[in-house]
């Protein structure tokens, strides 16, 4: 115990307190590099925070070398300066080698800043989410079917790249699906992770399409392990089925000119107390906007345009 309390006090006293400071002050490169240290502490998260923080740290343990160098003369200060310059330029060319990695395709670059980038989502993040669907942007041809009314199984989610999709059900027109739109987010939204299904609509390519597909068993792999991805697609995908909620809503109507609206299924009922009640839960089923509610006829028959 007596060895450990000389022990400190040698520490604590044995060096001379400060009786004088020096008058002048240090110069212009010490202080350089103090401000380098403050500005740099001051950067954020993410690749191109990183750059910054040790850019402007790097610099500034390269100022504090050349003060211990010219003014201090101290090798002990000096090389610890300059092994700390070492590191931070180690660590700026490493993060500068990773942000050159996380390169796409012209398609996934583009798809990023008009639906990803706007979100907030970083390129790391964007960038498993593109492993996930293998980097791959897959083409269908005009006229071409992506899935069959009762044949197809839901087993991918895809995202419509270029181009445009038509939806019928018993060959009657639906609605159109448009780039940036899940081709079947209503299909994915109503099964489970472990239930499997078929398509209740019918999805014809009429024009020439570039699509983007993620594989059910991987995306959902992918939810399991980033929770944030699983949320980010809930609301992309529940935005998309809203959308073609509306689109279909937009294409059908009650007797007398009366339009049938699905965010008030009621309300026709009190304009029309004649017309029999139709219960739209009965038919648009959990997850299936596209399906039209018996009794709902087309306010125009569908003409390719």
Known sequence: MGENASFWESLIY??????TWKQEAEGSI????????????????????LLYVFSLLGLGFLCSSVWAWLDVCAADIFSWN??????????????????????????F?????????????????????????????????KEHCYA????????????LVSGRIRVTVDGEFLHYIFPLQFLDSPEWDSLRPTEEGIFQVTLTAETD?????????KLYLLFAKHRFISRLF???????????????????????????????????????????PVQPSHHLQRGSPRRKPVGVTNCDSFSTQ
């Open 14 to 19: 044995a060096h001379p307190t400060c009786t």
């Open 30 to 49: 010490y202080h350089l590099a103090s401000i380098l240290f403050v500005v740099g502490f001051m950067g954020g998260s993410g690749f191109f925070g």
């Open 109 to 141: 670059q583009e798809l990023y800043s008009a639906l990803f980038q706007p979100l907030g989502i970083s390129l790391t993040v964007y960038r498993k989410i593109v492993l996930c669907c293998d980097a791959e942007v897959v083409t269908l041809e």
């Open 234 to 276: 809930s609301i992309l995908i529940g935005s998309d089925i809203a959308e073609k909620l509306y689109a279909l809503n937009d294409r059908v109507h009650v007797g007398k000119g009366f339009r049938y609206d699905i965010r008030l299924p009621n309300f026709y009922h009190v304009s029309l107390p004649e017309t029999p």
């Open 209 to 217: 399409c570039r699509y983007v597909a993620w594989r059910r068993k």
């Open 148 to 159: 069959m009314q009762g044949k197809t199984p839901i087993d991918k989610l895809s995202l």
């Open 82 to 107: 300059f092994i700390l310059f070492a590191i931070c330029f180690v660590q700026f060319i490493y993060v500068t080698y990773q942000v050159r990695s996380v390169s796409f395709d012209r398609e």
